[in-house]
T-cell receptor
Framework: GQNIDQPTEMTATEGAIVQINCTYQTSGFNGLFWYQQHAGEAPTFLSYNVLDGLEEKGRFSSFLSRSKGYSYLLLKELQMKDSASYLCAVRDGDYKLSFGAGTTVTVRA | GAGVSQSPSNKVTEKGKDVELRCDPISGHTALYWYRQSLGQGLEFLIYFQGNSAPDKSGLPSDRFSAERTGGSVSTLTIQRTQQEDSAVYLC???????????FGEGSWLTVV
């Protein structure tokens, strides 16, 4: 099984940077995903890491360290629309994705 | 279709009734997932279909839950004799053959009263 931990809530100011950490334990790691989910909506794909290092995509970056079982999602230049839940998910084997409980980010003006 | 389509979007049912939830994946996607999301909880894996292979049913919480996928496309999740603890959002997702990204539908919000 999976054990995926991420903080429950984070608050930041518009224009600032927020880093959401995710730690995991898995028997057959095959990639880590970050999804964004606005209240009442479907989760939408943000990033995918399978090798160690940083993947940058616009204002969002995701980092992975497989040896430490650790990832973070970095959100820069925060905007009000970034207020959402951010889900860390680990793929074990070929297809099964296990999700953390999600981190609710609130962006304040 | 353009995205994963689920119906109904909302369903209120009485305890003990059966419900059927439908998922129409992205056209051409061979992999299909069902997840459940309870209030304040993470997504819980229910079942996975891939082409004509036997589905992975390891996440189904009880024998009241079943799912099928006809013709390799549309899937139906059936919950028999619903209980209040079945109240949740049921999310369907699909993935293309060689892709990594899983695309989710808007979900079916089930309330058992």
């Amino acid at each position: 099984g999976q054990n995926i931990d991420q903080p429950t809530e984070m608050t930041a100011t518009e224009g600032a940077i927020v880093q959401i950490n995710c730690t995991y334990q898995t028997s057959g790691f095959n990639g880590l995903f970050w999804y964004q989910q606005h209240a009442g909506e479907a989760p939408t794909f943000l990033s995918y890491n399978v090798l160690d290092g940083l993947e940058e995509k616009g204002r969002f970056s995701s980092f992975l360290s497989r040896s430490k079982g650790y990832s973070y999602l970095l959100l820069k230049e925060l905007q009000m629309k970034d207020s959402a839940s951010y889900l860390c998910a680990v793929r074990d084997g070929d297809y099964k994705l296990s999700f953390g409980a999600g981190t609710t980010v609130t962006v304040r003006a | 279709g353009a995205g994963v389509s689920q119906s109904p979007s909302n369903k209120v049912t009485e305890k003990g009734k059966d419900v059927e939830l439908r998922c129409d994946p992205i056209s051409g996607h061979t992999a299909l997932y069902w997840y459940r999301q309870s209030l304040g909880q993470g997504l819980e894996f229910l079942i996975y279909f891939q082409g004509n292979s036997a589905p992975d049913k390891s996440g189904l919480p009880s024998d009241r839950f079943s799912a099928e996928r006809t013709g390799g496309s549309v899937s139906t999740l059936t919950i028999q004799r619903t209980q209040q603890e079945d109240s949740a959002v049921y999310l369907c997702a699909s993935r293309g053959g060689s892709g990594n990204t899983i695309y989710f539908g808007e979900g079916s919000w089930l309330t058992v009263v």
